[in-house]
Every structure is written in C-alpha cells, then in structure tokens.
Nanobody
Framework: VQLQASGGGWVQAGGSLRVSCAAS????????MGWFRQAPGKEREFVAA????????KYVDSVKGRFTISRDNAKKMVYLQMNSLKPEDTAIYYC???????????????????WGQGTLVTVSS
C-alpha cells in the first residue's frame, strides 16, 4: 500500500481544513487507517483512526468534537475534516494504514505498517 497525503495549508485559528490521503493497492478495504501528527520538537502522536468498514472510529481527546475521520473504500481515500482549528494543531499530519484483526482501529503507531509522506498544517493565532 502506498499513501499520499494532501490538503495541508495555512489557516487562521477557528478555521477549517480537510486533509486527504490517497491509497494505492488492491487491499485498501482491509486496512484500518489512521492519522498521526508531529509538531516541531515533539514526538509523533495519534490523532484519529477508522476501522476497515468505517463502523468504528477513535480520536485523541484533544480533537474530539472538532475533527472527523472518514473513508471511501471505493475511491481508496481517507479524510480528516478539521474544524475549530487551534494553533496547537499545527503539525505535519501523516496518514497510515495497518492490517488489524478487529474492526476497532488501533491508536499505537506500531500497529500501522504503511505511512504517507505527511502534509503540513499551520494554524495561526
């Protein structure tokens, strides 16, 4: 599976942005998909994940109610809609794919086998 993230950019605090991840490979529908982010000087952290059938999602507490992860298996796409953005959301956002036994997606980056190159999101105050 190859992943290509896009859609990052600059936005003022309170604004919205949607980042996308395009996947290649025939087995996309079998993978859990996750979004992680890494801010300057910080470790990569989990943001959101969605199970292979989209029935199950998980979010880090700091983005609950503001971010929404979704997927379109027919188009092999994953999206992260980000609303009410804050300066602390500034980071490089990475999409990741991982084969997981259950529908419930994992939050540990070690559970993801494939990573995209990242897209930068900058939120100004």
């Amino acid at each position: 599976v190859q992943l290509q993230a896009s859609g990052g950019g600059w936005v003022q605090a309170g604004g919205s942005l949607r980042v996308s991840c395009a996947a290649s490979g025939r087995t996309f529908g079998s993978y859990a998909m996750g979004w992680f982010r890494q801010a300057p000087g910080k470790e990569r952290e989990f943001v959101a994940a969605i199970g292979w059938s989209a029935r199950s999602t998980k979010y880090v507490d700091s983005v609950k109610g503001r971010f929404t992860i979704s997927r379109d298996n027919a188009k092999k796409m994953v999206y992260l809609q980000m609303n009410s953005l804050k300066p602390e959301d500034t980071a490089i956002y990475y999409c990741a794919a991982g084969y997981q036994v259950t529908e419930v997606p994992g939050t540990d980056p070690t559970m993801y086998d494939y990573w995209g190159q990242g897209t930068l999101v900058t939120v100004s105050s």
